[in-house]
């Protein structure tokens, strides 16, 4: 594995929380999200650029509910829309070259092995599973396929009709676990009082009409589509969502669920060590070595909570430190895999 550079977010480490109610009725599946099955469930913040605060907020509103039972993950998304366009019918496109609406899922939260999910207006999808983190040298598996997945899409106007009066699409996903077990801890679903990492992403292009169609809007200067915006649930501090240490928290529990959701000391503990795994990749980028000390890592005006250990090869790397009960350690290697020994 080649060690390039991997690019720091510039953000304080407060990811979005989601406290999931256990459904209690069936879901019929038909895209509204303005039904009974959904009433008990909370609305997520609204999505903000995916920068965070480096950025204006979002022109358009979007935001998620989800719930869960013993055999579906659900979700539920609104975006308010003027322009509801798609192009893409094959399933297994790459979907956001067209507006779309996306689910990252990181059942461990290791930041390896997790799942993405794209739909667009049409009902198109794109699963498939990320081994590791692009940075990390990948591969996405596209040949994996949410075995039972069900997906519907509500159009609050007209789809692909410039000048109709629309307001809004919204989407219905039911994921089943027994597909989402398969990167999850000790292979089953989540228990009532655990949590997921998860985050949502909406594909925002600038269009215009032309000949009576959508098209994207091309920047004069390069004869390319403009850049698209990212609108996210819980910022990224960068342009890349594959960063799965910044996703959501998503608290699975049951109908009387908790009202609040305070952050173990132990993800700060996974936090500080990922940073440091950030700088020692940046540090052998610049110097042809790794850090052997952490205080060539850490910045002068910086509060740390642990005093890591580093050990090195010529080619590897492994930061660690202690659980905050003290009985375990934490560890995290140069591929970004982190685990709990």
């Known amino acids: 594995m080649k060690l390039n550079e991997v690019p720091e977010p510039r953000i304080e480490y407060a990811p979005k929380h989601y406290i999931c109610k256990r459904a209690t009725g069936e879901l019929i599946l038909d895209g509204r999200v303005d039904k009974p099955f959904w009433a008990a469930a909370d609305w997520t913040d609204d999505f903000v650029d995916i920068e965070g605060d480096l950025k204006p907020k979002p022109a358009k509103q979007t935001r998620v509910k989800m719930l869960w039972d013993d055999e579906y993950f659900y979700f539920a998304a609104e975006l308010i829309e003027d322009q509801i366009w798609a192009t893409l019918t094959e399933r297994e496109s790459v979907i956001f070259y067209d507006n779309d609406f996306e689910i990252f899922i990181d059942p461990d939260g290791d930041t390896h092995n997790y799942y993405e ?26 040949g994996w396929d949410i075995s039972g997945l069900r997906t519907a ?29 398969e990167c999850a801890a000790e292979s089953r679903p989540p228990a009532a009082g655990e949590f997921w990492r998860v985050n949502f992403s909406r594909v925002e292009w600038q269009a215009e009409v032309q000949d009576g169609e959508y098209r994207k809007v091309v920047n004069p200067d390069t004869g390319k589509s403009y850049p698209e915006d990212n609108w996210v649930w819980s910022p990224m501090g960068l342009i890349n969502m594959h960063y799965p240490e910044l996703w959501g928290y998503v608290v699975f529990e049951d109908v009387d669920a908790l009202e609040s959701f305070e952050l173990p000391q132990d993800e700060r503990i996974k936090w500080e060590l990922r940073k440091l795994y950030y700088r020692e990749r940046n540090y052998f980028a610049s110097h042809g070595e790794f850090a052997k000390e952490a205080n060539l890592l850490k910045k002068d005006d910086e509060h740390w909570s642990i005093l890591p250990e580093i050990e090195t090869t010529r080619s590897l790397f492994q930061i660690s430190a202690p659980s905050t009960d003290g009985k375990s350690i934490y560890c995290i290697r140069e591929d970004g895999k982190l685990w709990r020994e």
């Open 153 to 181: 899409v509500h159009i609050d106007g007209e789809l692909n009709k410039p000048g109709a009066e629309n307001r809004k699409w919204s989407i219905e996903v039911a994921m089943p676990w027994q597909s989402l077990r």
């Open 117 to 142: 999910f794209e739909i667009n207006a049409l009902n198109t999808v794109w699963d498939l599973m990320l081994v590791k983190p692009y940075r990390d040298g990948g591969p996405p598996v596209n």
